[in-house]
């Protein structure tokens, strides 16, 4: 009997080692794929600038903001506490789990997709937030010229959008913050 007891927890312990690690691999090699094909990899905005630049964007309560790469969802959290709609999307994997886990435990009403964003629309948004590599800035910065109402602000950390005015610049170490506005 205890024999059969501890086949049947030893046989249960590696089952769920295989359903972890499988599981794990998964993601890891999701991820891997989305920065391949996007080129962009997961980076973390820290968490002391957040609060640097929210102070500058300067919207009416109930704004709705996008934030295209959104990560692990700091910035839609912060934008909801201050009474903001927020948007995020994220392509990887990992960060959007993240996120998505965290969205559950705060029970937030930010929505977060696992989309790539260039094939969504963004004519409702108020504020854009980005941050992700100079390679993409061009692309994304044609997309938001075609999708932006007059008046939407545009937010980059770390990269200049090519072509547009840039409106403020904050120092937010390591990096700079990019203010635009269409």
Do not use: H
Request: charged share 20%; glycine share 6%.
């Amino acid at each position: 009997m205890v024999f059969t007891l501890a086949l049947v927890l030893l046989a249960s312990l590696l089952a769920i080692t295989i359903i972890v690690f499988t599981t794990s691999l998964f993601i890891a090699g999701w991820t891997i794929y989305t920065l391949v094909k996007t080129k962009v990899p997961f980076a973390k905005t820290p968490e002391e600038n957040i609060s640097k630049i929210f102070k500058e964007i300067k919207l009416p309560p109930n704004s709705l903001i996008y934030d295209l790469g959104c990560g692990d969802g700091r910035i839609l959290f912060y934008a909801e506490k201050l009474g903001y709609r927020a948007v995020g999307y994220e392509l990887s994997l990992y960060p959007y789990l993240k996120c998505w886990l965290k969205k559950i435990l705060k029970k937030s009403s930010i929505r977060i997709i696992n989309k790539n964003f260039y094939q969504a629309n963004f004519s409702d948004a108020d504020a854009i937030f980005l941050f992700l590599v100079a390679g993409v800035m061009g692309k994304i910065g044609k997309k938001l010229k075609n999708d932006l109402k007059p008046g939407t602000k545009i937010i980059s950390y770390g990269f200049t959008l090519p072509g547009w005015p840039i409106t403020k610049i904050l120092d937010t170490s390591p990096s700079k913050t990019y203010f635009y506005k269409t």
